[in-house]
Nanobody, 122 residues
């Protein structure tokens, strides 16, 4: 079992930055690939970024490529999502998720956090 807790969301103006954190607990938490997804009101979960368990491979949605960076610190069992140049369309609840191998589909992830709200004002 892996428990995930997100933090770092908030309200920011367009063009600003936020860093989300996802703290994982569980004996083998550092051995899981991690993903970030987001869900805006009335929409499905949307893939944002993913990272392999070692941090050696990263994946991004086209909509955030060049603006967002995913990273992890396995010593702290924490994954980060640095979000720069934020746009109003980035407004959503952001979730982190874990599975054995990195993937871009939400249905493939086994464990989920409770989410953190990100609101970008224009």
């Amino acid at each position: 079992q892996v428990q995930l807790v997100e933090s770092g969301g908030g309200l920011v103006q367009a063009g600003g930055s936020l860093r989300l954190s996802c703290a994982a607990s569980g004996r083998t938490a550092s051995s899981y690939a991690m993903g970030w997804f987001r869900q805006a009101p009335g929409k499905e979960h949307e893939f944002v970024a993913a990272i392999s368990w070692s941090g050696g491979s990263t994946y991004y949605a086209d909509s955030v490529k060049g603006r967002f960076t995913i990273s992890r610190d396995n010593a702290k069992n924490t994954v980060y999502l640095q979000m720069n140049s934020l746009k109003p369309e980035d407004t959503a609840v952001y979730y982190c998720a874990a599975r054995e191998w990195a993937a871009t589909s939400s249905s493939q992830y086994d464990y989920w956090g409770q989410g953190t709200q990100v609101t970008v004002s224009s």
